[in-house]
């Protein structure tokens, strides 16, 4: 992981020129065209395409695509890809976040407020789930990007302060905390939290990864398909895993 890397696609990116834009009104949102230059600083190698699709980075080392949500949308692409090259698919996660709320009528902005939750690998399970059948493919690398970022949100929810069902602006990346590669099946087991016992139940997951039990269902379920896992039993009408040895 390059942190001066990192801050020199940030300046890249958030130049005078972005700020005069403002935030949000660009085609490609911030955090993506940080990403871009972070990974591949040399902008030739942005926006190739590749067969029917447009890839964000190619490299000799072969492609990378940057996806921050809808990953169902991504799996045609994504198998395409991965019958020409080796595929990095990296996908941002927040680890620490600060919330901006925006009028929209006026732009006026509140102070920043740092929201209480903290990133973790299982807030990635969601997306990943919908690209399962392609996790296994031997061409096929993970990159979780881990990112400090200043979230800037609209003051138009259905709330009494117009925040809850809010929508988000734009996400503006502040540093990088950490990136993790998940490099085959077994790497999964990087989903795994600390604190687990040697048997455990979608409930003992939920509790150890701190997100909620659907979460957790599709975590094992995933965890369960990559081989990591192994279902020994059942307590009332849950599944009892350990991990596979």
Not at 234 to 240: A, T
């Amino acid at each position: 992981m390059n942190q001066a890397r990192f801050q020199a696609a940030c300046q890249t990116i958030c130049n005078a020129e972005r700020a005069r834009s403002g935030i949000g009104t660009l085609g490609e949102k911030t955090l993506h065209a940080v990403l871009k230059h972070h990974f591949a600083p040399d902008p030739a190698c942005h926006e190739v395409r590749v067969g029917s699709f447009v890839a964000d980075i190619v490299t000799a080392g072969g492609i990378m695509e940057i996806q921050t949500r809808s990953f169902e949308k991504l799996a045609k692409k994504l198998a395409a890809f991965l019958e020409c090259a080796p595929v990095t698919l990296v996908y941002p996660l927040p680890r620490t976040k600060w919330l901006i709320w925006m009028d929209e009528q006026t732009g006026e902005m509140t102070k920043k407020r740092k929201s209480p939750k903290q990133g973790t690998m299982a807030d990635a399970v969601f997306e990943l789930h919908k690209i399962r059948q392609l996790l296994q493919h031997p061409g096929l690398r993970l990159c979780i990007a881990f990112i400090d970022v200043e979230e800037y949100r609209y003051l138009n929810g259905w709330s009494a302060d117009k925040k809850r069902g809010s929508t988000r602006c734009d996400r503006v990346p502040i540093g990088i905390a950490e990136e993790v590669y998940i490099e085959g099946p077994g790497d999964f087991v990087k989903f795994l939290p600390g604190g687990l016992p040697p048997q455990f139940t979608t409930k003992d997951y939920s509790f150890a990864s701190r997100t909620n039990l659907r979460t957790a269902q599709l975590a094992l379920h995933l965890l369960y398909q990559m081989g990591v896992v192994a279902r020994v039993g059942k307590q009332g009408k849950s599944y009892v895993y350990e991990m596979n040895t």
